[in-house]
């Protein structure tokens, strides 16, 4: 099993701050509980902190039973779709393979440089529609990560 420091760092961040999300609403609620005295408030809290800290664990087992997935390339074209919270990201590795992701438009990517892609193994089966694929996975993202400038962006 590999330890903390072996994963890479984008996952050790989301993990970090996945369980730090949790514990920082926790806190919060209990110095509200001691200014106001509201129970529910308390047990609201209580609940977001359960729940960070079993999707922390359930990230924690993914990474370290190595069950996600790698895209790494070049970005060659990042297009927004129409009407849609996406960008389409085209990725080449070093094969000339092309890969052709649907991501979040929080995602800034540049054209010319080298990414990791970090995915769930997803066992889903494609719907055939580009749409309802993209968003039946969009809960298989875990991040991405920046490699190298190449020269394409120069």
Request: aromatic letters at 16%.
């Amino acid at each position: 099993m590999n330890k903390f420091k072996d994963f890479p760092k984008v996952l050790q961040k989301r993990l970090f701050f996945t369980v730090l999300l949790g514990a920082g609403c926790f806190l919060f609620g209990i110095a509200y509980w001691l200014f106001s005295h509201d129970r529910i408030f308390l047990l609201l809290s209580s609940a977001v902190l359960v729940f960070s800290l079993y999707r922390g664990w359930t990230l924690y087992r993914l990474i370290s039973q190595e069950k996600y997935e790698v895209v790494e390339g070049t970005c060659v074209s990042v297009a927004p779709k129409f009407m849609r919270r996406q960008y389409e990201i085209r990725v080449m590795d070093d094969e000339g393979i092309e890969t052709s992701l649907r991501l979040a438009k929080q995602t800034k990517v540049k054209i010319g440089a080298r990414y990791h892609f970090y995915f769930k193994q997803g066992d889903r089966a494609p719907l055939g529609s580009k749409f309802f694929d993209s968003m039946l996975t969009s809960d298989l993202f875990l991040g991405y990560e920046m490699l190298e400038e190449n020269s394409l962006s120069k």
